[in-house]
């Protein structure tokens, strides 16, 4: 593995290395100074993990991770097409320092695959359920009163 883990608070920070393919280093970016993506926060944050790209088959780098430094150069306090400059000429291999919060996992952290939601939400399942078998009992109800 090549990459190092550290952090506390809630927090973890951790080294990546990305070797750049022809595509790019397979993530887009938001944030900076003029584009704020978190309130009162300027930082660079992964916005999407591109499909078959350098971060995508690493499987490390998750979206919302915010991006704390590229080949060890600060990006605090950029604006965001500055930032985007830095990924854009930061060479064939790239070392990116980034900072996640530690979120309780049922299971194993990783990309998703094709197809995969990653599971549906307990209320998208629980809601329609819940609506069907009140109808149900409604229309049982309405039945037999009706005998």
Partial sequence: MNGSVAGGGGLTEEVIR???????????????????YVSNDSSI???????????????RLQEGDKILAINGRDLKDLRHM?????FRNAGYDV????QRRLQPQNGPVGHRGDGDSGGLPLAAVLVPGLALAA???W???????RM
Avoid at 45 to 59: P, Q
Avoid at 82 to 86: G, I, R, Y
Wanted: no cysteine; glycine share 12%.
């Fill in 82 to 86: 500055d930032a985007v400059e830095l």
């Fill in 139 to 145: 229309i049982l109800l309405r039945y037999r009163q």
């Fill in 18 to 36: 990305l070797t750049r393919r022809p595509s790019g280093l397979g993530f887009n970016i938001v944030g900076g100074t003029d584009q704020q």
């Fill in 95 to 98: 070392s990116l320092k980034i």
């Fill in 135 to 137: 109808a149900a009992v």
């Fill in 45 to 59: 944050y992964v916005s999407r993990i591109k499909k078959d790209g350098a971060a995508y088959l690493d499987g």
